[in-house]
Antibody, heavy 119, light 110 residues
Framework: QLQLQESGPGLVKPSETLSLSCTVS??????????WGWIRQPPGKGLEWIGN???????YYNPSLKSRVTIFVDTSKKQLFLRLNSVTAGDTAVFYC???????????WGQGTLVTVSS | QPVLTQPPSASGTPGQRVTISCSGT????????VNWYRQLPGTAPQLLIY???QRPSGVPDRFSGSKSGTSASLAISGLQSEDEAEYYC???????????FGGGTRLTVL
């Protein structure tokens, strides 16, 4: 059973860069082809996919966020990273990292971390 | 804005059967599998149904999924109070090359 844990600052100033990390533990990540992903949920709203990264480094991004997003991994440390540039109040959300065996599928989720964009 | 369309709310009484619909297009549901996630209040989403109608280990058989054309449905039979949650459908979109989520359906057990 995989466990994922997001971490990062809970408050980011407008126009700055939001940086989060996600650490996976348990399970046998390295023995299977897999995807890691980030999903966000503004307060009181629905889920929005941010992007995925395949175990070989191939990335897929939400077209609406693509110009501002970078997702990368440190496989040796079983860590996933998210960078979102030029944030505004509209980027305030709970950010979830997730792991799955297909690019469209999220088998395991982290508990989420709230990031507020405010000066 | 979500491209997969779900009703914002659904309700039922204990023991009833409830269905939640998810409507898309040929670029997403019509050509790809649908997954369903359940989000209990204050918690992270959990995978409920994958590949249209498959249940992960531990999900009761009260939950079932189906897909026909560009629409999918989640059915919950023998409704229980603990089924109160937000339910989301999701699918890959070949045109946008991205994962789409539905807007979510809040299920209330009366």
């Amino acid at each position: 059973q995989l466990q994922l844990q997001e971490s990062g600052p809970g408050l980011v100033k407008p126009s700055e860069t939001l940086s989060l990390s996600c650490t996976v533990s348990g399970g046998s990540v390295a023995r299977r082809n897999y995807y890691w992903g980030w999903i966000r949920q503004p307060p009181g709203k629905g889920l929005e996919w941010i992007g995925n990264i395949y175990h070989d480094g191939t990335t897929y991004y939400n077209p609406s966020l693509k110009s501002r997003v970078t997702i990368f991994v440190d496989t040796s440390k079983k860590q996933l990273f998210l960078r979102l540039n030029s944030v505004t109040a509209g980027d305030t959300a709970v950010f979830y990292c997730a792991w799955g065996t297909y690019r469209h599928l999220f088998d395991y989720w982290g508990q989420g971390t709230l990031v507020t964009v405010s000066s | 804005q979500p491209v997969l369309t779900q009703p914002p709310s659904a309700s039922g009484t204990p023991g009833q059967r409830v269905t939640i619909s998810c409507s898309g297009t040929s670029s997403n549901i019509g050509g790809n599998v649908v997954n369903w996630y359940r989000q209990l209040p204050g918690t992270a989403p959990q995978l409920l149904i994958y590949n249209n109608n498959q249940r992960p280990s531990g999900v009761p058989d009260r939950f079932s999924g189906s897909k026909s054309g560009t629409s999918a449905s989640l059915a919950i039979s023998g409704l229980q109070s603990e089924d109160e949650a937000e339910y989301y459908c999701a699918a890959w979109d070949d045109g946008l090359n991205c994962v789409l989520f539905g807007g979510g359906t809040r299920l209330t057990v009366l």
